[in-house]
């Protein structure tokens, strides 16, 4: 793999600090206002970066407001039930950052007095903490001289450093945090983090990177070798494949089938109507299998109805394509296991389950 890189502009001291005093000074200028810069509370700052992962700070905003309002401690978060954890954590998806960050608030209650380490090796022991977030929060809750690489400076670094292999690699990876790691200053580590993921988020984007506008151009080469369409190198894209799925809404005098999904599921703890793949073609062979997969799930038996809605979403690689069936029962008795339980749910319990994003959607259309 060709590396060809150079760190010739930013090697020496002098070079770095020149960096570091433009790109400090232009964050003063442009940097947003998000709830969790106002605070150097770690179990916040903690909880926004889960958040953050795989989630747009836009959506991310009103959840951190409210999952702060419901949980404002990590003594309060390790006492909640699982069950309240992922119903507030509803519509961020990865619901496995919800559960690692329930059993982490348990970590530090029991093993830390509550307090969040402060020390990069402590919080990478904690559940679902990984290197990126143990930087994040050492850096930004205690000032730590803590790198952190994530997806826009990963990109800055590989342009600024003129990185042309591919970055998700070991390689790439051992480069990028080394880069990182050497142009952290002494102090105030954790405003420089800002900085530069906000450098990546607003000018230095994935396509069209906003060079004119950019503090650090004299540093940049990518920027001096007209190579910034170039780097990074992105892995060769995951092949989407498409999925069909059935889900069905039984009902049976007010009240309609849920399951809770069981460990190792996708949506692992949340409850959902009866949900499988589709394999049938035509009307009288879809017909037989829901009624075969609900009887296998739940033990009930279903008597079909219409076809209600098609959603379509998409889970990591696969693209679903999910019918959602009515049906009313017609018989059989529910077939519960601690594994997976199966309950029969009035209509207004529902708003206090957690449910997938799907189901939630289904439960608004048939509440309305
Ligand atoms: Fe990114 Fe362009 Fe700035 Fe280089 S000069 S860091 S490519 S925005």
């Known amino acids: 793999m060709a590396t060809d890189c150079t760190t010739q502009t930013l090697k020496d001291a002098k070079e770095r600090q020149s960096f570091r005093r433009k790109l400090l000074a232009w ?6 206002d998000m709830p969790w810069r106002r605070t150097r ?25 409210a999952f702060v309002a419901a949980f404002p401690t990590v003594h309060a978060l390790a006492a909640a039930d699982e069950q ?12 496995r950052r919800a559960r690692g960050l329930h059993a982490a608030a348990k970590v ?31 850096s930004f809750a205690y000032d730590v001289s803590a790198p952190i690489v994530e997806t826009n400076t990963q990109r800055v670094l590989a342009r600024l450093t003129g990185y042309r292999g591919e970055v998700v690699g070991g390689a790439g990876q051992r480069h990028i945090w080394e880069a990182a790691e050497s142009l952290l200053p002494a102090t105030g580590a954790g405003k420089f983090n800002l900085a530069l993921m906000e450098l990546g988020a607003l000018v230095c984007k994935p396509s ?42 039984v009902r049976k005098s007010g009240r309609v089938l849920l399951r809770q999904r069981a460990k190792g599921e996708r949506w692992e703890g949340m409850w959902d109507f009866p949900r499988f793949p589709l394999d049938g073609e035509g009307p009288l062979f879809v017909r037989r ?20 809605k098609t959603l ?57």
């Open 27 to 32: 964050f003063d200028k442009h940097k947003r």
């Open 84 to 95: 309240q954890v992922l119903r507030l954590w509803e519509g961020l998806g990865y619901y």
């Open 289 to 308: 299998e829901l009624v075969d997969k609900v009887r296998d799930q739940t033990g009930v038996d279903i008597e079909p109805g219409g076809l209600l």
């Open 208 to 249: 069209d990177p906003r060079c004119n506008e950019c503090p650090v151009t004299a540093h940049c080469t990518a920027f001096a070798a007209g190579l910034q369409s170039e780097i990074p190198k992105l892995a060769a894209k995951v092949k989407v494949t498409a999925v069909r799925e059935a889900t069905v809404v």
């Open 312 to 368: 379509k979403h998409g889970v990591t690689r696969y693209r679903i394509t999910l019918d959602c069936y009515e049906a009313r029962a017609a018989g059989g008795r529910v077939r519960s296991t601690d594994a997976s339980p199966v309950r029969w749910t009035p209509l207004a319990e529902l708003g206090d389950l957690p449910l997938s994003v799907t189901a939630r959607k289904i439960a608004t259309l048939i509440a309305g």
């Open 108 to 138: 530090i209650v029991a093993e830390h007095d509550g307090q969040l380490p402060r020390d990069v090796k402590s919080l990478m022991a904690l559940p679902g903490v990984g290197r990126y977030t143990a930087g994040a929060v050492a």
């Open 41 to 65: 509370d770690p179990y916040q700052i903690w909880l926004s970066e889960i958040m953050l992962q795989q989630t747009t700070v836009a959506m991310a905003g009103p959840k951190f407001t």
